[in-house]
C-alpha cells in the first residue's frame, strides 16, 4: 500500500481480512518482493507531490508497468490515469493507465453517499461509499468498464491495473480487493 497520505488504514485492515500481509509503502525500498499495490484515496495533488518528494514516482511507475497488479481507489485513480481534466497546478500523475479522469465529479450535492454497483462481467452487487470522487471521462483501447455511477463510469480494468472511483474499503466491500488479490494469485502462479 502506499502509504504517504490517504486512507491507508482502511484498506490495510480489508487486505488482511482477506489473508495477505500488508506493507506499507514509503520509499523506494519498500516496493521489492511486493505481490500488488493498491493506491488509496485521499487528495489526489498532495500524494502527488509525495510521490516526487519521496523519489517514488518513477519506482512506482515502473511497477506498474512491469505488470504488478495494482489497485487505484478515488485519489489512487485519478494518480493512476493517463490525463487529468482539471489538474491541481503542476500535478502530474503516474501516467499508466489510459483513461482522463475528471476529479470531484459529482459536485458538491452528490459528493458523498452510498449506494450499491452492478460490478464487473457479472454485474453483480457492490456497496461503494463515493467521497469527492472521479469519474472516468475517457477510455483508450484496451480498458474494461467495470461499472457506472449516474451513467458516469467509476471503475475500469487495463491488464493487472484496476482504477475505481469509490471506497469498497469503508463499506466493508471485499469484491474488489478480490479481484486484486486473484490478478496477484494469478501472476504468482504465471511466475512460478
Ligand atoms: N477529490 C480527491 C482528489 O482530487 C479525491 C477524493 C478521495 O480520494 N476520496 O484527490
New binding site residues.
Given amino acids: 500500500m502506499l502509504a504517504l497520505q490517504?486512507?491507508v488504514a482502511e484498506h490495510a485492515a480489508m487486505l488482511r481480512g482477506l489473508g495477505a500481509e500488508p506493507v506499507l509503502v514509503r520509499t523506494p525500498e519498500h516496493l521489492a518482493g511486493l505481490d500488488a499495490l493498491v493506491l488509496p484515496?485521499?487528495?489526489?495533488?498532495t500524494?502527488d507531490r509525495l510521490l516526487r518528494l519521496f523519489g517514488l514516482r518513477e519506482p512506482l511507475r515502473a511497477a506498474v508497468l512491469g505488470g504488478l497488479p495494482t489497485l487505484g481507489?478515488?485519489?489512487?485513480l485519478?494518480l493512476l490515469a493517463a490525463a487529468i481534466e482539471d489538474p491541481a497546478p503542476g500535478q502530474r500523475g503516474l501516467e499508466v493507465l489510459d483513461v482522463t479522469v475528471a476529479?470531484?465529479a459529482f459536485g458538491p450535492q452528490a459528493a458523498s453517499e452510498e449506494t450499491v454497483l452492478a460490478w464487473g462481467e457479472e454485474r453483480a452487487p457492490v456497496r461503494a461509499a463515493f467521497?469527492?470522487?472521479?469519474v472516468v471521462t475517457r477510455t483508450g483501447p484496451g480498458v474494461a468498464v467495470l461499472a457506472r455511477h449516474r451513467g458516469q463510469v467509476v471503475a475500469v480494468a487495463s491488464g493487472s491495473v484496476l482504477g475505481i472511483s469509490f471506497?469498497p474499503e469503508l463499506t466493508g466491500e471485499t469484491a474488489v480487493h478480490e479481484r486484486l488479490l486473484a490478478l496477484a494469485a494469478g501472476r504468482r502462479a504465471a511466475a512460478a
Wanted: proline letters at 5%; hydrophobic letters at 25%.
Fill in positions: 490517504g486512507g484515496g485521499g487528495e489526489s495533488s500524494m481507489t478515488c485519489a489512487g485519478i476529479r470531484n467521497i469527492r470522487a472521479p471506497h
